[in-house]
């Protein structure tokens, strides 16, 4: 990272958040037993995760899906800060919308 990336980098990162945002980041935060991750392998994530990487996974790596940023991979060829933050977008849009579903779902 050039002097003039690391910088703008700063300046994004130290940028005042609104209550929003903040709620938003105290949310994603992960959890202690998200980071264990031993809930998750008794629910069988793992295996799904393997599934769905085999097909999804798979297909998309031969359409050339994964080489930019998109909600499911960083992306091959951009790995800078930018492709980050917009990975970060679409996991958080992905949440949401995952969040939403499940309370549909559940009434």
Do not use: W
């Amino acid at each position: 990272m050039s002097p003039l990336e690391r910088e703008l980098y700063l300046l994004e990162v130290n940028k005042p958040k609104s209550l929003v945002q903040k709620i938003s980041d105290v949310y994603f935060e992960p959890q202690s037993f998200e980071r264990r991750g031993r809930l998750y392998e008794a629910l069988g994530v793992r295996y799904l995760k393997k599934v769905i990487m085999g097909t999804f996974g798979s297909f998309s790596r031969k359409i050339g899906a994964n080489r930019d940023a998109s909600n499911y991979f960083v992306g091959q060829n951009d790995r800078s800060v930018n492709a980050l933050k917009k990975f970060e977008k679409g996991t958080r849009f992905n949440e949401v919308f995952h969040l939403f579903f499940g309370l549909y779902s559940g009434i």
